[in-house]
């Protein structure tokens, strides 16, 4: 078995982290969260549209005769800047994020793939006769993910 991930986090960089993104929090106090609908119901700007509402954004600011009323140009370049400035802290963030991720997932994989080695080492020792070894497998047994409570148990013959 490949173990990949050996790490232990201490409390302390714990302790930092969290107050590290507390920061991040209280230097963005302006942020939102969407519903599933409203992410869903909304135009979305992707790279592909950068350019255009750029374009756009500078146009308008040029024409004035033809911007529409209710078009509130101050809000528009806000905006623009806004997605500007926070694509700046949500690219790396998103990397981060994925490290994280990856890493908590092999770590995940690596522990489990550990425990059905062991939980199997107990099944197999339970079926022997081995003494106590039949608590403990009835015990993980009726842990083990997708099986019911007591379901399944060792029958000693």
């Known amino acids: 078995m490949e173990n990949r991930v050996s790490i232990t986090i201490s409390e302390g960089a ?19 969260n969407l519903t599933e609908e409203e992410r869903h119901a ?7 549209t950068v350019g255009f509402v750029s374009k756009n954004l500078e146009y308008s600011k040029h024409n004035a005769r033809v911007v529409p009323d209710f078009l509130d140009l ?46 199997n080492a107990v099944k197999g020792a339970a079926k022997a006769g081995v003494p106590g070894m039949k608590t403990i497998y009835d015990d993980l047994q009726s842990r083990f993910p997708g099986r019911g ?7 000693k013959k």
């Not at 714990?14 to 939102?32: D, G, H």
């Open 74 to 119: 101050t809000e528009f370049e806000k905006d623009v800047n806004a997605v500007a400035s926070l694509r700046k802290v949500l690219i790396p963030l998103k990397q981060l994020v994925e490290k994280l991720d990856d890493t908590t997932m092999q770590a995940g994989s690596e522990a489990y793939t550990a425990s059905l080695i062991f939980y």
């Open 149 to 155: 409570k007591n379901s399944g148990n060792i029958e």
């Open 42 to 48: 909304i135009p979305k700007m992707g790279d592909k």
């Open 14 to 32: 714990i302790a930092n982290i969290l107050a590290a993104t507390e920061t991040i929090v209280q230097n963005l106090p302006e942020l939102i």
